[in-house]
């Protein structure tokens, strides 16, 4: 009995420290666009929209696709001024990655947003789509 008992606080302490460490999508969103593009987001006043979501939290591996919508309350193109951007090529590969994967994104009036790519030797692809008309953005990750 006191086995059990003991079996009993030890998965109750476990699923604590589960649940405090898993982070809502708000988060995990902020802490991709800061760890891969050095963009602090957590002092805007912003709104985060998880698009999709297929990731095993299970998997070690970590595979899956994953799309968020991050909408500005002003103006948000200070934060993204200073990153080296290739708007045709990585914008039409971010767009194209979201569409395969079931997201469609929003086309910009001059046919492309900013675009900001991450890789990781093949293995990941992190795309940051910044709408400027729309003071929208759009986080597309992969992990194969």
């Known amino acids: 009995m006191k086995k059990l008992k003991y079996?009993?606080?030890?998965?109750?302490?476990?699923?604590?420290?589960?649940c405090a460490c898993s982070q809502t999508p708000s988060q995990s969103?902020?802490?991709?666009?800061?760890?891969?593009?050095?963009?602090?987001?957590?002092?805007?006043?912003v709104t985060v929209e998880r698009l999709a979501y297929?990731?095993?939290?299970?998997?070690?591996?970590?595979?899956?696709?994953?799309?968020?919508?991050?909408?500005?309350s002003q103006d948000a193109s200070a934060h993204f001024a200073g990153l080296d951007t290739?708007?045709?090529?990585d914008a039409d590969d971010g767009i194209e990655l979201a569409r395969e994967n079931g997201v469609e994104l929003p086309a910009a009036p001059d046919g492309t947003p900013f675009a900001y790519k991450s890789e990781n030797q093949g293995l990941n692809r992190v795309f940051l789509l910044y709408y400027s008309a729309e003071n929208t953005a759009y986080l597309i990750t992969l992990d194969a």
């Open 7 to 18: 079996i009993i606080v030890l998965l109750t302490l476990a699923a604590i420290a589960l």
């Open 29 to 45: 969103a902020l802490s991709t666009i800061k760890s891969e593009f050095g963009i602090d987001l957590k002092t805007e006043s």
């Open 54 to 72: 297929t990731y095993d939290d299970g998997n070690i591996f970590g595979e899956g696709f994953a799309a968020y919508k991050i909408s500005f």
């Open 86 to 89: 290739t708007p045709d090529a």
